[in-house]
């Protein structure tokens, strides 16, 4: 898997010593194995190209080494967790090392989150022959407090919380505390809630919100010899960095990282700094500077048979309808404030800061070469792209592509998305209801403009 390329991972069975099927998959080729062992927040049937932090992920962890990831039991593709069989550690490290055999590792870098921190721990420990290197983010020896760890919660305050998070599954409502940061964004919450109901049932996440706090691998972190990489945020309010400090003061020779911000997923905030550290402690280089990713409205247009239409014109006059189209459509990017990626040869390929400007655009394009006798299609979306150099990429250009591919002779199409962003602006569209866009789970609904 690299930048850009569609959600598709040829999920695979690993089988546990105690016979539970755990869904894993390799994701990219490499000399260097890398385990990413996410926990409670995945499901590998889900596409998760519409979460770019998620996304940020994989294809960074992708490009240094052959990467295999697995939903741990009770979620995603994995067999559930019965309620009066909560695992034991010892069962969820088992876990771990089933997904390295059936992968075919024999010893890899473990990048562990959260609540598989511990099991990752646990088989560094015990099985020092299987684990190169330790990555944790965000994670603990023990989440209860102690006479001598004070860093831990309150028993009453730690059994309430899983009652809690149990109660308010599927809501949205963890965001308070697992990322503060999106916390007040009403669509980022209402994808989020989804997205929950998606990976794992509020009864599994009990289970295994019980599951870990009952942990505690205190006593094997002086026996861990791999090299260990800690990292957390200074301000997480769902483990408090108190928890990753114990950890590098304990395990030989650990590096901690502590890094600004409140929130604790993975997937949110300077999630770059987070990944630029992993791939030097694993590489032992310095990544390349990420590409930014910014939020831009995408737009595609392109001649409507074009090949046709040289041959009826020839070639001169067809390059001359060529550069008459060119020249209409930069005038039209200029008039509205687009900025021209790339010419496509029949078609252009712009971006724009808000998606009013860029339908206003494309039925002006369009509506500039008609009277050229030459008709265009234009598709447009709005999602967060990555900007190279002068070129730009990512899912959101992808998904606007295949909108255009879709637009019929004069037809500017847009996704939900552009038509919930323009709201109150006068523009009308025509539902056009579901449709499959090639290279793309699921099915989206597309909007053309009127008028």
């Not at 930014?292 to 074009?306: E, H, N, P």
């Not at 250009?397 to 709201?423: F, K, N, Y």
Request: aromatic letters at 6%.
């Amino acid at each position: 898997m690299m930048p850009g390329v569609e959600w598709h991972p040829d999920v695979q069975y690993a089988r546990s010593a105690d016979g539970t099927s755990l869904g894993y998959a390799v994701l990219s080729d490499g000399s260097r194995d890398i385990l990413l062992a996410i926990g409670l927040g995945t499901n590998l049937g889900v596409d998760i190209t519409e979460e770019p932090g998620v996304v940020r992920w994989y294809d960074q962890l992708a490009q240094i080494g052959r990467l295999i990831t697995y939903d741990q039991r009770g979620a995603g593709v994995s067999d559930p967790v019965a309620m009066n069989d909560v695992p034991t550690i010892e069962r969820i490290a088992e876990d771990m090392e089933a997904v390295l055999d059936a992968s075919n590792v024999e010893r890899a870098t473990i990048v562990a989150l959260t609540s598989l921190g511990p099991a990752a721990m646990l088989l560094a420990a015990t099985r020092p022959d299987r684990v190169s290197a330790l990555v944790l983010y965000g994670t603990y020896a023990r989440i209860r407090a102690a006479p001598d760890y004070p860093a831990g919660l309150p028993d009453d305050v730690a059994d309430r919380f899983v009652d809690f998070s149990r109660t308010v599954w599927g809501t949205g409502a963890m965001l308070e505390v697992i990322a503060p940061s999106r916390a007040d964004d009403p669509a980022y919450r209402e994808r989020f809630a989804h997205v929950e109901k998606l990976m794992i049932s509020p009864t599994q996440s009990a289970i295994l919100g019980r599951m870990g706090i009952e942990y505690d691998v205190r006593p094997v972190l002086g026996s861990i010899s791999a090299p260990t990489l800690v990292i957390h945020r200074t301000g997480d309010r769902f483990i408090p960095v108190a928890h990753g400090r114990y950890l590098a003061e304990h395990i030989h020779g650990a590096r901690l990282l502590e890094l600004e911000g409140e929130d604790h997923a993975y997937s949110v905030g300077d999630i770059d700094s987070i990944l630029d550290a992993i791939v030097e402690f694993v590489t032992g280089e310095r990544s390349a500077p990420p590409s930014t990713r910014v939020l831009a409205t995408v737009l595609f247009t392109d001649i409507v048979g074009s090949t046709e239409a040289a041959t009826h014109f020839g070639d001169q006059r067809w390059r001359e309808l060529l550069d008459q189209h060119d020249r209409a459509g930069r005038r039209q990017l200029e008039r509205f404030g687009g900025k021209l990626v790339k010419s496509t040869g029949d078609g252009v390929m712009a971006t724009f800061d808000g998606p009013t400007k860029a339908v206003l655009c494309a039925a002006a394009i369009r509506d500039a070469v008609k009277v050229m006798g030459l008709d265009v299609r234009a598709g447009i979306h709005a999602g967060e792209v990555e900007v190279r150099d002068s070129d730009i990429g990512g899912i959101a250009v992808h998904i606007a592509a295949r909108i255009a591919a879709l637009a019929g002779p004069g037809e500017v199409l847009v996704s939900r998305t552009i038509t919930d962003l323009v709201a109150g602006s006068g523009i009308e569209f025509d539902d056009l209801g579901a449709r499959d866009l090639k290279g793309v789970q699921g099915t989206w609904n597309l909007y053309a403009v009127r008028g």
